[in-house]
């Protein structure tokens, strides 16, 4: 039975981190466009790409100690509820500040796949891990592939009368299919005795500080290659 809800399990963060890729996709291919429909000069329109990472840059870290405390569960359906008001006021947009406070917002509550991540190690084991995280890959490579097109089928092929607003409700549609699938078949994947191992984790690194972690060549190594990837 265990084995078979974990599965489950995995099938719906696979779905979480899909359908969270695919709307990103959809949606960046399009926004700078959908800005200049406002009159966002050029810099106006690559900043309101910008300030989705920026604000995902500060809260995710957040949404990960939220999670350690109060729960994987509760966290990913806040963060979908989140994404589904953010792609809806954004496909509802009248004005440009309107899209700088619907991405900023989206930016917010992108913390589902960290928390995904946290839920697949919390229900594997050493030996199975990696093949849940590399499900958890393939919802990510997917999404990404798919939602660049999906956005440009949407979007319609005149440039002189393209929709803007039907992919941002496609997607809002998409997270709220991902938000229903989460509560009706997603458990709580944090029991009592992975909390304490978490906090007695935190009891020996809290003096494990940012300069102390510089001063290691693997760790520099590995976040330097991730962040020249994704720049």
């Known amino acids: 039975m265990e084995s078979k ?14 359908i ?15 800005a200049e429909q406002f009159g966002a000069k050029p810099n106006e329109a690559t900043l309101l ?22 729960g994987r569960r509760p966290i990913l359906l806040l963060t979908l509820l989140g994404s589904v008001i953010a ?6 947009a009248n004005s440009l500040w309107i899209l700088f406070i619907a991405r ?13 991540q946290a839920y697949i190690a919390d229900i594997t084991t050493p030996t199975n891990r990696a093949r849940g995280m590399d ?16 956005g ?23 997270s709220l299919l991902a938000l229903l699938c989460a509560l009706m078949l997603l458990p709580e994947s944090l029991n009592s005795e992975t909390k304490a191992k978490i906090q007695a984790h935190r009891y020996r690194q809290q003096r494990l500080n940012l300069l102390q972690l510089l001063q290691r060549p693997q760790f520099c190594m590995l976040v330097s290659i991730y962040f020249f990837v994704i720049f």
Do not use: E, K
């Open 152 to 174: 440009g089928l949407l979007i319609g092929p005149d440039p002189d009368n393209a929709n803007f607003h039907l992919p941002s409700l496609f997607a809002a549609g998409l």
């Open 135 to 150: 499900i958890i890959g393939a919802a990510f490579g997917l999404g990404f592939i798919l939602g660049p097109a999906i």
């Open 20 to 34: 969270d890729l695919l709307d990103f996709g959809i949606i960046l291919p399009i926004l700078p466009l959908y």
């Open 5 to 18: 809800n974990n599965s489950r399990a995995i099938f719906v963060l696979f779905l979480t981190v899909f």
């Open 49 to 70: 790409v910008a300030i989705y990472s920026l604000m995902q840059f500060l809260f995710v870290p957040l949404w990960g100690s939220f999670s350690d405390r109060y």
């Open 87 to 92: 792609y809806a006021g954004l496909g509802f």
């Open 104 to 116: 900023s917002l989206a930016g917010i509550m992108a913390g589902n796949i960290a928390t995904a």
